[in-house]
Each structure stands twice: as structure tokens, then as C-alpha cells.
């Protein structure tokens, strides 16, 4: 199971980007890459996918580089209500294993 | 937008006593999901439910942890005899298995909390 890196916290304004790195420098091949937004006392939330280049849904941005070896969420224009943890896995597409594993994730607060 | 139901929001219970944690996945997903989080820490697996069977579990679902689908909606957790250490967030999750593995999207309901005293 490959291991993620990412920062403790990180703090930002209102209406500016924020990107969130991760490192994962034993990915496999088969592995993707996923981010959940968790608030507090709330169940994680499900941000976005990808396994190469630039994934891009309504609510982030997903940078993976050629290697692979890290990965960068790309949050455009930060709200208050994006204070929460970001958590990136890394997990196998092709076996049946489906268990998620959090590590401690990047507590981001968004300040007015 | 269809999501994860969970009940009760918060339950409290003497130790050694017998909890029910229920949840309602969503309606057209087949694997259902247990994870806990103890305050200040990582969000844990506990198990995976599919086919009406156990499909994976960490070693923190002993014996003392059973699930179970009762009807074609709910989808239960129950800890038979709760230590002082069982104190957590519990979260329910649902996917609908269109991937394999991780790529399966899973849908958190917003959990119960369990105070055992």
C-alpha cells in the first residue's frame, strides 16, 4: 500500500487558489489517486479521481505529474466553507480491495 | 441527491452493553462500509459488506463486532459488548461497484457518535 505525504495544515484567504501537494513515491502502477474533503463532525466527502495529468471536476482541479510520484489539488478561489481536512489515498483499481486508508490529511483553514 | 442516512446521531451507552448502529446506504449501491473515527484521530476502516457477506475486515473488527443487512434498506453495526475504547465516530458508507478496488467512489453518511461511559 503505497504511503502518502502531505502537509499537517495549511492556511489561505478567500478567494484565493490553494493547492495541496501529496507525496506517494512508491505508487504502483495499478494505483490511483483520490481526494475526500472532510469537515468537522462529518463523514468524508469524495472530491476527485485521477491516475495521470489533469483531472477537472466542478469543485477542484487534479494535477498528476508524469512520474507520478506526488500529486497536487488545485482548489480555485477558496470560501470559508472550504476550511475542513483534505485527505489524498492512494489505492489499487484492479483487486478487490476497496478498504480506504486516511492517513492524517491537510487541515486547511480559509480565512476571511 | 440521493445519500447516506445514519441513526442515531448520537448514542450513549454503559460499558459492557450491546449497541446497534444503523444506517441506510444508498438505494442502488451493493457494497456498504464501517468506518470509525475516534475524536483527534485518522478515520479507520472496520468492514465491507457485500453479497450479504463480509467481503474485507481490519483487525479492529473482533469478534466483538458483527454486521448485518436485515432487510433490503438498513444495514447494521452492532458491538456486542462496548469497552470504554469503543468511544468513536462511526461512519456508514455506500458505492455502487461500477470499479474495482479504490476506484469505487464511496459515500459517507454523517455518522453516529458512540459515548460509552
Known amino acids: 500500500l503505497a504511503k502518502t505525504t502531505q502537509p499537517i495544515s495549511m492556511d489561505s484567504y478567500e478567494g484565493q487558489e490553494v493547492n495541496i501537494t501529496c507525496s506517494h513515491n512508491n505508487i504502483a502502477t495499478n494505483d490511483y489517486i483520490t481526494w475526500y474533503q472532510q469537515f468537522p463532525s462529518q463523514g468524508p466527502r469524495f472530491i476527485i479521481q485521477?491516475?495521470?495529468t489533469k483531472v477537472t471536476n466542478e469543485v477542484a482541479s487534479l494535477f498528476i505529474p508524469a512520474d507520478r510520484k506526488s500529486s497536487t489539488l488545485s482548489l480555485p478561489r477558496v470560501s470559508l466553507s472550504d476550511t475542513a481536512v483534505y485527505y489524498c489515498?492512494?489505492?489499487?483499481?484492479?483487486?478487490?480491495?476497496?478498504?480506504?486508508?486516511f492517513g492524517s490529511g491537510t487541515r486547511l483553514q480559509v480565512q476571511p | 441527491e440521493p445519500e447516506v442516512t445514519q441513526t442515531p446521531s448520537h448514542q450513549v451507552t454503559q460499558m459492557g452493553q450491546e449497541v446497534i448502529l444503523r444506517c441506510v446506504p444508498i438505494s442502488n449501491h451493493l457494497y456498504f462500509y464501517w468506518y470509525r473515527q475516534i475524536l483527534g484521530q485518522k478515520v479507520e476502516f472496520l468492514v465491507s459488506?457485500?453479497?450479504?457477506?463480509?467481503?474485507?475486515k481490519s483487525e479492529i473488527f473482533d469478534d466483538q463486532f458483527s454486521v448485518e443487512r436485515p432487510d433490503g434498506s438498513n444495514f447494521t453495526l452492532k458491538i456486542r459488548s462496548t469497552k470504554l475504547e469503543d468511544s468513536a465516530m462511526y461512519f456508514c458508507a455506500s458505492s455502487e461497484a461500477l470499479h474495482q478496488g479504490a476506484g469505487d467512489t464511496q459515500y459517507f453518511g454523517p455518522g453516529t457518535r458512540l459515548t460509552v461511559l
Open positions: 489515498l492512494v489505492g489499487d483499481m484492479d483487486t478487490g480491495r476497496r478498504a480506504l486508508t
Open positions: 459488506f457485500y453479497n450479504n457477506e463480509i467481503s474485507e
Open positions: 485521477g491516475y495521470k
